[in-house]
Each structure stands twice: as C-alpha cells, then as structure tokens.
C-alpha cells in the first residue's frame, strides 16, 4: 500500500469530548458570551466541518445575536470569529500539552509501524493546523510526527464532506488513489473520502457510532492494541480478517478490491 491518510478529531485520540468541547466552552466563558454547548448539543455541532463554522452557526440564533452584542457587519463578524477561534486553539493545545487527550488505541503502534513499512502517512483534518500538529505529536512523539504531513484547516476552500482536503493530499503527495486508505470516525469523512475515490476504514467512537457508514470497507470500534480487549468488527466489505487489533495487512487488504 502505498498511502495511509488519518483524520484526526476522533481517530488519532478522542479530541471532541475530552479537548474541542471543553475549549470552546472555555472561549465562551472567556469573552462572556451567553452560551455553553453540552455533550448532546455539542454531538449535533459536529454536524458542521470546522471550529470557526461551528461557531458561526450562533449567528443563525436572534436571542444568542442581541444577547452578545454581535455586529451586523460581516467583515466585523469574521473578525470576532477569528478572535473566538485563536482562543480556543490556544486552550484546546493547553489540554493537549496537559496530557488531557491520550492517543485513541493503536495509534502510537500503527503510523510508527507503516513509515517503517516504507508507506506514506499523512493527517488530513478540517482543524486548525496547530491543533493538529499538537494531537499528532502528542499522539505518536515529535520525532514520528516530523515524517508526518499535514493538510489542515483553511488550506482548501471547502471542508469535510467535500473531498477537497483528500484530493489535496492525494496531489501533494503523488498518492495512487488506488492504492491509499483513509482512516475516518464520521460520516462526514467517510463521504470526503469517497468523494475523493479513496477506500475508507472507520473507526468509531461516542460520538459517531450510530452514523451511517454503507460506503465504509471496514467499520471497527477501534484499531486496538495487544493486551486490550478484542476490537468489535461492526461492518467488514473488504478482504481484511481482523483480530483481536489491526495490523498492517489488515489495513493493506482494506484497499485490495475495497476502493467505493
């Protein structure tokens, strides 16, 4: 295999509950604006690609918009976003610093092992590039990290669903599509994967496990770790026979005959 492209939020570590909530809320807090999202809200937020859209959607709400005294003016609109956003990196990277966001299982034992293999690995998030480079090095070290690109952020026009941040990777990095597997946890970047020809492995979490993943070749609870309990195969359609944990051959049989 030639290309392995991990998302971040959700599948290098469990970032949306135990990092990006809690930051925005933080934010919130810090420039005292009447709002604090809850788990359950917050799971709705997710629907929405990016940290400054997220946000943003507290536009769409009159009460929220007189209560916190947000101008009409879209260029001062955009400007209080970036200010709203720049806090919440900053306190997201704080909780990551804190060791508050371990590694999702697996992950410090399979990007190690496919650069060793001679693969090209590589993140691909709808994240600020700050908040994805402190998960990664915290997830696998800064000296794995450093064999790492990342696409992030603002660097297409378009975020997840849309397969822009995909075929981006796939461009830089003369990926064969054929021959490159994308590691999701959402529907969202499933659908971005797809759209951009790539064979996807989801693995799950709270947030996510009830999604619809049809275009998925394999659909796991995790990528699991010896001495952890047995990963849950929760949909197989490729030639991947998993274990107990995945390894490198299962992720390589992911894209032999599994491409959507």
């Known amino acids: 295999m030639s290309g392995l492209v991990f998302d971040c939020d959700g599948v290098l570590a469990d970032t949306e509950r135990d990092g990006h909530l809690p930051a925005f809320n ?20 997710l629907k929405i690609g990016g940290g400054k859209e997220r946000m943003a959607s507290l ?3 009159p009460e929220f918009v007189r209560a916190a005294s947000i101008p ?21 990277k704080r909780l990551v610093s804190e060791g508050r966001i371990p590694p999702r299982p697996g992950i410090s034992r399979i990007i190690p092992a496919a ?34 690109p990342v696409f992030a952020g603002d660097v297409v026009p378009a975020k997840k669903p849309d397969p822009a941040i995909y075929r981006l990777a796939v461009s ?19 659908l971005a994967a797809a759209g951009a020809g790539l064979a ?26 010896p001495g952890r309990p047995p990963v849950q195969v929760l949909a197989n359609r490729s030639g991947a026979t998993p274990g107990d944990y995945l390894t490198l051959e299962d992720l390589s049989a992911c894209v032999q005959g599994g491409n959507p």
Not at 34 to 40: F, I, K, T, Y
Not at 72 to 92: G, I, N, P, S
Not at 125 to 131: D, N, V, W, Y
Not at 172 to 190: I, M, Q
């Open 115 to 148: 650069l060793d293999a001679g693969w090209t690995v590589a993140v691909a998030s709808t994240s600020a590039q700050e908040s994805v480079q402190a998960v990664l090095e915290s997830a696998v070290g800064k000296e794995v990290a450093d064999r790492v």
């Open 172 to 190: 830089r990095l003369s990926l064969d599509p054929a021959d490159t597997l994308v590691v999701e946890d959402s529907r969202n970047g499933l």
């Open 72 to 92: 009409e003016d879209e260029d001062a609109r955009r400007d209080l976003l970036a200010r709203w956003h720049r806090t919440k990196t900053a306190a997201f």
């Open 59 to 61: 536009f769409a709400d």
């Open 26 to 45: 933080e934010t919130f807090e810090h420039f005292g604006l009447p709002v604090r999202w809850s788990e359950d809200e917050y799971a709705d937020k």
């Open 200 to 225: 996807c492995l989801v693995t799950v979490n709270g947030y996510t496990r009830g999604e619809d993943f049809a275009e998925a070749v394999l659909v796991v609870s995790e990528l699991g770790d």
